[in-house]
């Protein structure tokens, strides 16, 4: 007998067409076996963005180029901004996956729902604190933004190149952030556990 409590679309990724792994093509197919390798499943924004292939693509090149470089920020770090602004966003999908990514990479338990509910009132150091609020700002009030804030983030130690990571980073997840809302994109079930248990 069907779960009364979930409706039909409660159990779908996505309110849009979600292709499946076998039709896709066979860049992104091997892309999505690489991850489900590593990873033990394949993370449904790449299901859900996988009805537009090329869009699917630039997604990912952004994505990886803004959290996968080397530079200022600890990739620990690179999620905080994920997390502390989709947060301001509201968009489930990027809390919850992106806080699981958090925990495994800060090796931290708490750091993802401290931030989640107040980053102002986690347990991150000062300059943490620092890049967040200029994050959540350049998320509700990019206008607002004057010599003051890079001054600040300035005197915390951050370089113009990281300050342009940490607005690249709030910019990209916040269109990120708009789409997963729109099309009610599901997170998988995998990511509430993924790193709650220390090693």
Sequence with gaps: MKDASLSDTEAKISRFPVPKLDDLPEDLKAMMLA???KAGFIPN??????WRPDELRAFMAYHDAL????????KAEREMIVVATSAENRCGYCVIAH???LRVRAKNTLVAD??????RKA???????AM?????????????????????LYEQGFSESDIWDITGITAFFGMSNRIANVISMRPND??????????
Excluded at 67 to 74: I, P
Excluded at 114 to 119: A, C, D, G
Excluded at 190 to 199: I, L
């Design 99 to 101: 806080g699981a990514i």
């Design 114 to 119: 401290q931030i989640t509910m107040n980053f």
């Design 132 to 152: 967040l609020d200029f994050a959540v700002k350049v998320a509700n009030a990019s206008h607002t933004i004057d010599e003051s804030d890079y001054d600040h």
């Design 35 to 37: 991850v489900q390798e």
């Design 67 to 74: 959290m996968e470089r080397d530079g200022g920020l600890s």
């Design 123 to 129: 347990d991150i150091t000062h300059r943490q604190k």
């Design 45 to 50: 924004v790449f299901l859900s963005l996988a």
């Design 190 to 199: 995998e990511f509430y556990s993924m790193g709650r248990a220390p090693k």
